[in-house]
Every structure is written in structure tokens, then in C-alpha cells.
């Protein structure tokens, strides 16, 4: 079993910071990749950000610029400024990788952390 547990969400009002953290737990021998999706009420999870094992990272394009995500070891961050009412869901945490000892690779998510942008 590989556990994600997020930690981080609240009410920020519109131009503020939020910094979301997981950290993944279990039977982990490596992670390839760490990232963040969300969604919103009524729409699709999407990808906000992601960095791999080498540390190449990927943000969606509505982030770029405000979002920061780093990693380390087996666990991720997401750092989030000038948050704007739009960037209102809940966030999960996903990783993917392999299991130590059987060697079968993992995907794995969090339960979710709201994160409510409003004035």
C-alpha cells in the first residue's frame, strides 16, 4: 500500500499564497512522479502541475508563473501566489512509481484538500 496524505488548503482571499504539501508513505522503493490535479464543482480534474524524479517540472498554462511545485524525496509542494477565485477546488496529490519488494509499479492519489479563494 502507498498512502498520500495532503496537508495545506483553507480560504485565501483573491492575491493571496497557499503552500499545499503531500507526502507519500508505504511500501515505496522509487517515485518517478509527483503532481497536483484539481477540480472544481461540476468540472473535470485537471493537471495544475507535476515534477519528475530528475526534477523536470510541468504546469498547466492557467498557473504558469503564480504556481511553484518542488519536490522532496517523497514528498511534493505546491506553492500558490496571486491566487485568483477561479483557482477555488480541491486539490489531490498523485504519484506514481514503484512498489518496493514485489517491484509492481504504483498510481496513487490523495483525499483532497480544498482550497476556496474568496473575498
Known amino acids: 500500500q502507498v498512502q498520500l496524505v495532503e496537508y495545506g488548503g483553507g480560504l485565501v482571499q483573491p492575491g493571496g499564497s497557499l503552500r499545499l504539501s503531500c507526502a507519500a508513505s508505504?511500501?515505496?522503493?522509487?517515485?518517478?512522479?509527483m503532481g497536483w490535479f484539481r477540480q472544481a464543482p461540476g468540472k473535470q480534474r485537471e493537471l495544475v502541475a507535476a515534477i519528475t524524479s530528475g526534477g523536470s517540472t510541468n504546469y498547466a498554462d492557467s498557473v504558469k508563473g503564480r504556481f511553484t511545485i518542488s519536490r522532496a524525496k517523497n514528498t511534493v509542494y505546491l506553492q500558490m501566489n496571486s491566487l485568483r477565485p477561479e483557482d477555488t477546488a480541491v486539490y489531490y496529490c498523485?504519484?506514481?512509481?514503484?512498489?518496493?519488494?514485489?517491484?509492481?509499479?504504483?498510481?496513487?492519489w490523495g483525499a483532497g484538500t480544498q482550497v476556496t479563494v474568496s473575498s
Open positions: 508505504g511500501s515505496i522503493l522509487s517515485i518517478n512522479q
Open positions: 498523485n504519484a506514481d512509481g514503484t512498489r518496493q519488494y514485489s517491484f509492481n509499479p504504483f498510481n496513487s
